[in-house]
């Protein structure tokens, strides 16, 4: 009988394939690290602090986040709850990213809040998800995890927060996508490592 890693619940070879297939597409977490970068400078060094730019820029971050982690989703050998979890984070980025397209500039600061605190609710609970089955990066995915899960609670109780968030949004982002591309590289070694053993 195989050997089962106490703290996933799973067999050493059920996560050795598991690792294998997140590595297969680290190629979209680092594409997502560098629009994270990007949208973060943007915010941060935004023309005229309109408010209407900072949601479009999220929004279509929401819109790119939501197909990375469907693509990611749809790999090989990516467990159940995991895909399910990816599922419905990226059915949720690339519907509130689209829907930010529709509202008006007046509904638009309220709005912005209440949908991105649910992203970054479910964001935070696949972060730790990730952290759980993973031991590549574990303590940055932790980390990742508890930040949107508080960030996400903030803006569902103050949606209003977001005008002085948004600032904070940027810096994250960029930092974020630093966390991203560095966690690809270290998922695409994963990969590889687990692949000869």
């Known amino acids: 009988m195989a050997s089962v890693d106490p703290m996933t619940g799973l067999t050493y070879d059920d996560e050795r394939d598991m690792v294998v297939a997140i590595g297969r597409n680290w190629w979209a977490l680092l594409a997502l690290g560098l629009v994270s970068i990007i949208i973060g400078i943007i915010i941060v060094f935004r023309p005229g602090g309109s408010t209407w730019v900072i ?3 999220l929004a279509i971050y929401l819109v790119v986040s939501g ?24 059915i949720i980025g690339l519907l509130l990213g689209l829907l930010m397209f529709r509202f008006g500039a007046e509904e638009k600061i309220e709005i912005l809040g209440i949908f991105v605190g649910v992203w ?13 089955a993973s031991s590549e990066g574990k303590g940055w995915s932790i980390f990742a995890g508890i930040v949107y899960l508080l960030a996400g609670i903030v803006l ?17 982002l960029v930092v974020l996508g630093i966390f991203e591309i560095i966690t690809s590289f270290r998922l695409k070694s994963a990969a590889e490592k687990a692949l000869k053993a």
């Open 120 to 132: 970054f609710l479910f964001s935070g609970m696949l972060q730790l998800f990730n952290a759980s």
């Open 156 to 172: 569902l109780i103050n949606p209003w927060a977001v005008e002085i968030f948004v600032w904070i949004v940027g810096i994250y």
């Open 55 to 57: 949601a479009v820029l």
């Open 67 to 90: 197909i990375v982690s469907l693509v990611r989703a749809f790999g090989h050998g990516i467990p159940g709850g995991y895909r399910a979890l990816l599922i419905i984070a990226g």
